[in-house]
């Protein structure tokens, strides 16, 4: 998790936590223990880029597509799996890594409008 804080989007504070010893390590009845812990919490910087349970910054642009399978059905839908290169652009400045190319391999859907993403079909 410290990389996410190095990136900003966490930050983390100590705090106790209770616990309980189990009964088998030890001769007497159940007791509570206090342990430290770290407590993790998105930072404000963060919370503008916070949607439904995922952080998402940036723009995702196709640099190369490098194969794809030629396009077959599947279930009544026309499918193919493409690996492509991408980049990912206008990240906020709180997210301190730069942008590099990566690879990424993802099945689309051939629907009215178009090939598109699996996940949004």
Same mark, same amino acid.
């Given at each position: ?6 990136? !900003?989007?966490? =930050? ?6 209770? +616990?309980?010893? /189990?009964?088998?390590?030890?001769? @007497?009845? #159940? ?26 910054? !940036?723009?995702? =642009? ?6 794809? +399978?030629?396009? /077959?059905?599947?279930?009544?839908? @026309?499918? #193919? ?41």
């Amino acid at each position: 998790m410290k990389e996410y804080e190095n990136t !900003g989007l966490l =930050k983390s504070k100590t705090t106790k936590i209770e +616990t309980q010893a /189990s009964k088998f390590f030890i001769k @007497e009845k #159940s007791r509570k223990e206090y342990k430290d812990a770290l407590v993790y919490d998105i930072t404000d910087a963060a919370k503008a880029f916070y949607k439904n349970g995922r952080v998402c910054v !940036g723009k995702v =642009k196709v640099a190369e597509i490098i194969n794809f +399978t030629v396009p /077959s059905e599947l279930m009544g839908q @026309e499918v #193919s799996t493409v690996k492509y290169k991408y980049t990912i652009s206008d990240l906020p400045v709180w997210l301190k890594k730069a942008p590099e190319q990566k690879v990424k391999k993802d099945v689309l859907i051939l629907s009215g409008k178009g090939w598109i993403h699996s996940k949004l079909f």
